[in-house]
């Protein structure tokens, strides 16, 4: 499914998609921890590498890769992945489970979405 309209919003960090009447707002923190590349993603099941401390990224720019897809260029450096049609819609219409799992997967590893935030695990 290919969207409609797209634009990037650098102030609020977010990408607005139109997938038919239906608007969606990607934060650019969640799609550079859901980033299709290989350094998020691993070469294969079970490699990927939970990103975390990403809560103040920004897109610096969008490029359309091809007709099927965007480059996006994050502030941290990062412009790797090719955001296909089909994994940004998948990333719209599955935002809360997406997000959660992500929310879930910091918690077990001890880590934050803030980057001058380190987690100490007491025990007691």
Same mark, same amino acid.
């Given at each position: 499914?290919?969207?409609?309209?797209? /634009?990037?919003? $650098? +102030?609020?960090?977010?990408?607005?998609?139109?997938?038919?009447?239906?608007v #969606?707002? &990607?934060?650019?923190?969640?799609?550079?921890?859901?980033?299709?590349?290989?350094?998020?993603?691993?070469?294969?099941?079970?490699q990927a590498?939970? /990103?975390?401390? $990403? +809560?103040r990224?920004?897109?610096?720019?969008?490029?359309?890769?091809?007709? #099927?897809? &965007?480059?996006?260029?994050?502030?941290?450096?990062?412009?790797?992945?090719?955001?296909?049609?089909?994994?940004?819609?998948?990333?719209?219409?599955? /935002?809360?489970?997406?997000?959660?799992?992500?929310?879930?997967?910091?918690d077990?590893?001890?880590?934050?979405?803030?980057?001058?935030?380190?987690?100490?695990?007491?025990i007691?």
């Amino acid at each position: 499914m290919t969207p409609d309209k797209i /634009q990037l919003h $650098k +102030k609020s960090r977010t990408l607005e998609l139109h997938f038919g009447t239906q608007v #969606y707002h &990607l934060s650019a923190e969640y799609l550079r921890v859901h980033s299709p590349s290989a350094e998020v993603k691993g070469h294969g099941p079970g490699q990927a590498i939970l /990103q975390h401390g $990403k +809560k103040r990224v920004g897109i610096a720019d969008i490029q359309m890769a091809g007709h #099927y897809a &965007l480059t996006i260029h994050f502030d941290d450096g990062h412009d790797s992945g090719i955001f296909t049609w089909a994994y940004l819609h998948d990333l719209c219409v599955n /935002q809360d489970a997406h997000w959660q799992a992500y929310l879930d997967a910091l918690d077990r590893a001890g880590q934050s979405r803030d980057p001058d935030t380190s987690v100490v695990n007491l025990i007691g």
